[in-house]
Every structure is written in structure tokens, then in C-alpha cells.
């Protein structure tokens, strides 16, 4: 019988339910995928050769560990709404003579069989994310992988078994709160008024704090000669702070000043819309911090994320040449027919025991060029270089230093330019080497990988000329950038869901008791326009201070990325511009559902 209650009480608020479920689903489906990329053996394996120390593991496990942290968080706030929402009905049950016992048993199985649900949906379709993000991820990487596997038992296990200890914990915390609560406050609780004591020095003195401290932090994320260990807990514990003391005094002052201008207030419904607001930002304090924090993260993620393909950029720029070759093996000149040659320099030498003698002249028509780099931060610029031929071969200078980069053995062997007479003399090994650029790097960069690898197999001396090479540092720069432009979207897109969640979950929870206010107005004669009207402009300044403060987060937070991102500011309006849309689509969603309960013509 109270099985039977329950659903039915479920099903009553099951849009409400949908809500929780969807970002329970996101999440799982989300942490799914990034587990499988970081464990997913034939996926290691084939990029072990090409990225260190498995980093794709790395990248990956370090988004699983952010998402583990904000998941947890994000169960904690969904669980205590999840039980506020259904606390009437235990009470009901209660007083109908059902025991506590049964009742924590109930909540129980109801908390413990939603995240299970969720984390099966979220498994399921994280299949299809895995087929998905894996292939591009791949693809973006050059690699060649026989089976990917999108079903990983491993991964299965280790996502059923987070979620199903998150949500035992989560299932036992509920049932200690309710059935250490009394009857009469289960039935009553959401009837209870909202306490709002008057205290304008104290808010104040929470005002002016509140801003202080959001000064500081973003103050202290600028000082770049500081630890990062160090500036980000300072950081995070002063924006904290000071998003709650400025959510709690100086956004509820404003809108009590607005309240107080008659000409403003007495328009319309305008009074009813500033009271509901100042009752909420007081009530959601807590909340909108979360939020805004949240959405920093969110937002942050999905721009430092796709700010990482600026690198690929910064690594194609600050190397002139495209690939050096020194072999004329078959292999070697298969892999250079399927590149388009922009242009090619070749240098014959002799190689001896303590020396590299060049012929001078071949360097007439032909000098060595390099790429100087200009400016800072967002202001890089680069551009061709000849180096003096003259200083080629004289040590300690920039021009022998860049030239012996280029050659094997230069660095350790002198370098000598001489005239074709004296070369002829010298008894040697006879060598050359060509410098080649392509027409397009992006299209050509595998072919000439392959050619590096196939020439540092063929001579260890060329083996300092590879790592130090453009398709060498690409393809490395290529792992990191593509591994944390995945991790950053998806990390965002989670918390964005998250939090949008949160924010319709709190915004809906309390729509049943505020259905009886818009009854009333509707019945005194106020049209459904107007009150349309005022559910969007309330909802929206819901939505909108904590973006708005997540976004002067961002903008500061992007100061501490200066030390492994060069423009971490560069091409901004791109994640701003998705996820606004996107929390713009969460607000719409939010109003509508919250309209079609409070002004329901029944």
C-alpha cells in the first residue's frame, strides 16, 4: 500500500523528477565516457608511441576526479530537494499510522533506485557519446586503432559502482533526516513562513565585505609570480565568501531600493515582482552561490578547453621548417611522393670524427631561416628570419645554435663552412641534408611524422633532430590540446547541466505554494500577459546575477591559465556564445514549466 502511495506521489511530481533525473543522467553518461577514454586498452595502446607517459589517462582521469568532486556536490543539493519535495507525503503517511521504519525503508529503495536508473540510462547513452567523441578524438590524433571498445566492462563497473556509493550514502543521509524529524514539521514545513529580519547595518557591513573579498580574489588570481598551489585555495575561499555576502546583503539592498522608488515600483505589477524577488534572493542565498560558482566552472572549462587548439597554432608558427631529411631510403622518399612541397634547401657535408664541413657556397642562394617571435601574452607575433651565414659556423652564436639543431650530430660536432676546394679535401663520411616546407602542414603533418619516425629508426644521431622537429612537437601538442579541448567541453557541458538543474529544481520546488499568490492576482483582474510578464523577469534575475557573476569569475579566473596558455583570452566570444545559448535554453525551459504550474487555468 505505501508502495502504491509513493509512485502515486511520484508520479504527481514527476516533471520535477525528470529534472533531477536529467542531470543525474548527464553526469553519469559523461563520467561513462571519460573513463573509457582513460582506460580503454587499445586506445592506449596505439597512442603510448606517440604521447608520453599515457597522457590521454592522465587528462582524462583528472576530468573524472573534477567531475567525481561536482557530482557529489551536485547529489548533496538534489537529495535534500528530493526529500523536501516528498516530506508532506511521508507525513501523511505517518499520521495514516505507517511506521517509521517502513517509511525510512521507502526512502531508501526510492533514493537508491533513481541513481541507479540514472546511472543505467547514463551508461547507455554514454555508449553512443563514447562511439562518438572517441572516432573524432582519434581521428584528430592520426591514430590507427583495429577495435575501439565502446563497451567496456571495466568502465561499466566503475561507473555503476561510483554512483550506486554516492547515492547509499545520499539514501542513508535521507532517512536520518526524516525520521529525526517531528510529524507535525513534516506536514507543515513548506507552510512555515520565510524569516526576513531587518538588519541594515549588518548588511551593511556584508555588503562592503562581500565586495572586498571578491576583489582579493580576483586580485590575487592576477599575480603571476605567486604559487598556483597557493593562489587558488586563497582564491577560491574569498570568491566564495564574498559571492555569498554579496548575494545575502547588497543584491536584496538593490532590490529593496527599487521597492522604495514609487515611480518604478507602482507600474504594473511591479511590486509583487520585487517582493517575490527579494524573498527569493534572501531564501536561494545559499543556492545562487553555489550557482555562480558553478557556472565559473562551467564556462571556464569550455573555454580554456577550446582556447587549447590555440597551441596547435603557436606550434605550427614558431618553426620554420615543416621536416629535415636525410635518408633516400625507399621508405623515406614513398612517405615524401604523398606531400605537396612548397619549397626545399639541400646541403651536401662531410662528416668526420670532430666535424661537419660544409660547402659554403650552397648557402648563397639558399641561407638557413628560423622564426623570430615578438610580444607578449595575447600579443605573439611571428615572422621569418635569416640567420647570417657567416655565423653558421661560430660558436655560442644564435645562428650555429639553430643550424646545429637542424642537423645530426650538430650540436656535438663543430660545424664548418669551407670552400669546395678544401671540402673535396677532407676525408669523410659524404652526407646531405634537406630542409623542406609544405603547402599545408594540416593535410601533410602525418606523411612527414612518418618520415621522421622512419629516419630516427634508420640513424640514432637524428634522433636529437626529431624531438626536436615541427611534426614531432605538433603531434605532442596535438595529444594535450585535443585530450583537454574534449575534457574542458564535456566537463562544461556536465556542469552546466548541473547547475541549471539545480537552479529549475530549487525554482519549481517552490512553485506549488507560490501558485496560490498568482491565483489570487488573476482573480482581482490581472491579465496572464502581464503575469507572464512577471514570471520571466523574476525567473530571469534568477538566472541572470549569478551569470553574471560567473562570468566576472571567468574573466578573472583566466589569469591563472597565462602559465600554460599564451592567449588564454583569444577567440572568448566563441564559449561564451554556446554557453549562453545553452543556459539561455535552461531559462526558457525553467519558465515554462514554472508557468504551466503557477498559472494553470483549473
Not at 94 to 118: D, V, Y
Not at 163 to 176: K, S, T
Not at 289 to 311: H, K, M, P, Q, R
Request: proline share 2%.
Amino acid at each position: 500500500m505505501i508502495w502504491k502511495l509513493s509512485l502515486t506521489g511520484i508520479k504527481s511530481r514527476l516533471k520535477d523528477y525528470l529534472v533531477l533525473f536529467s542531470g543525474l543522467v548527464v553526469a553519469s553518461m559523461i563520467f561513462y565516457m571519460f573513463l573509457t577514454l582513460a582506460i580503454n586498452p587499445a586506445f592506449l595502446k596505439s597512442n603510448s608511441g606517440i604521447l608520453q607517459d599515457n597522457l590521454i589517462t592522465f587528462i582524462f582521469g583528472f576530468g573524472i576526479a573534477l567531475l567525481m568532486i561536482i557530482t557529489v556536490v551536485y547529489l548533496v543539493y538534489a537529495n535534500s530537494f528530493l526529500l523536501s519535495m516528498r516530506k508532506h507525503d511521508y507525513g501523511m503517511f505517518l499520521t495514516l499510522g505507517a511506521k517509521s521504519s517502513r517509511i525510512g525503508l521507502l526512502i531508501f529503495c526510492e533514493t537508491l533506485i533513481t541513481g541507479l536508473l540514472a546511472a543505467a540510462l547514463g551508461i547507455i547513452l554514454g555508449f553512443g557519446l563514447t562511439a562518438l567523441v572517441g572516432h573524432l578524438l582519434i581521428s584528430r590524433l592520426g591514430l590507427v586503432i583495429a577495435y575501439f571498445q565502446v563497451i567496456l566492462p571495466s568502465a561499466i563497473l566503475g561507473t555503476l559502482a561510483f554512483f550506486i556509493v554516492v547515492f547509499f550514502l545520499g539514501a542513508l543521509r535521507n532517512v536520518y533526516k526524516l525520521t529525526h524529524t517531528k510529524v507535525i514539521d513534516l506536514l507543515h514545513e513548506d507552510q512555515e513562513p520565510a524569516k526576513f529580519k531587518r538588519r541594515p547595518v549588518l548588511h551593511s557591513i556584508e555588503a562592503v565585505l562581500g565586495l572586498v573579498l571578491l576583489a582579493a580574489g580576483y586580485w590575487i588570481m592576477q599575480q603571476h609570480g605567486l604559487d598556483p598551489f597557493n593562489v587558488i585555495p586563497i582564491a577560491l575561499v574569498t570568491i566564495v565568501a564574498g559571492s555569498y555576502f554579496v548575494f545575502n546583503s547588497l543584491f536584496t539592498a538593490i532590490i529593496g531600493y527599487l521597492i522604495n522608488q514609487r515611480k518604478f515600483s507602482y507600474r504594473g505589477i511591479r511590486m509583487f515582482t520585487l517582493g517575490q524577488l527579494k524573498f527569493r534572493l534572501h531564501d536561494y542565498t545559499k543556492i545562487l552561490t553555489v550557482i555562480s560558482l558553478l557556472f565559473a566552472l562551467a564556462l571556464g572549462a569550455i573555454t580554456v578547453g577550446l582556447n587549447f587548439n590555440s597551441e596547435k597554432e603557436m606550434t605550427k608558427s614558431s618553426i620554420y621548417y615543416d621536416a629535415t631529411i636525410i635518408s633516400k631510403s625507399p621508405a623515406v622518399q614513398k612517405e615524401l611522393a604523398k606531400v605537396s612541397i612548397k619549397s626545399k634547401q639541400t646541403y651536401h657535408y662531410k662528416e668526420t670524427r670532430h666535424g661537419l664541413y660544409f660547402n659554403q657556397a650552397e648557402f648563397k642562394n639558399q641561407p638557413i631561416k628560423t622564426v623570430e617571435t615578438k610580444g607578449q601574452g595575447d600579443n605573439l607575433t611571428w615572422s621569418e628570419k635569416t640567420l647570417p651565414t657567416s655565423q653558421l659556423d661560430r660558436a655560442r652564436t644564435e645562428a650555429n645554435n639553430e643550424f646545429g639543431n637542424l642537423l645530426p650530430n650538430g650540436i656535438a660536432k663543430k660545424i664548418r663552412l669551407v670552400s669546395a676546394a678544401r671540402l673535396a679535401k677532407v676525408k669523410g663520411q659524404q652526407k646531405f641534408i634537406s630542409l623542406i616546407r609544405v603547402n599545408d602542414f594540416d593535410k601533410d603533418y602525418l606523411a612527414l611524422l612518418k618520415i621522421e619516425q622512419l629516419q630516427n629508426k634508420e640513424t640514432p644521431a637524428f634522433h636529437t633532430v626529431y624531438t626536436g622537429s615541427k611534426p614531432y612537437s605538433y603531434q605532442g601538442i596535438l595529444g594535450i590540446v585535443s585530450g583537454f579541448e574534449f575534457m574542458g567541453f564535456f566537463l562544461g557541458l556536465a556542469f552546466l547541466t548541473m547547475l541549471a538543474s539545480t537552479l529549475m529544481f530549487k525554482v519549481l520546488s517552490s512553485a506549488a505554494s507560490d501558485k496560490l499568490r498568482y491565483q489570487m492576482l488573476f482573480k482581482i483582474g490581472t491579465r496572464r500577459q502581464v503575469l507572464k510578464r512577471s514570471v520571466a523577469e523574476e525567473i530571469g534575475m534568477l538566472f541572470l546575477i549569478p551569470g553574471i557573476l560567473g562570468i566576472i569569475d571567468v574573466l578573472f579566473g583566466l589569469q591563472l591559465f597565462r602559465t600554460i596558455l599564451l592567449r588564454p583570452y583569444a577567440g572568448i566570444w566563441l564559449p561564451f556564445s554556446i554557453f549562453i545559448v545553452l543556459y539561455f535554453f535552461y531559462y526558457v525551459l525553467t519558465v515554462h514549466l514554472y508557468e504551466k504550474i503557477v498559472l494553470a487555468k483549473n
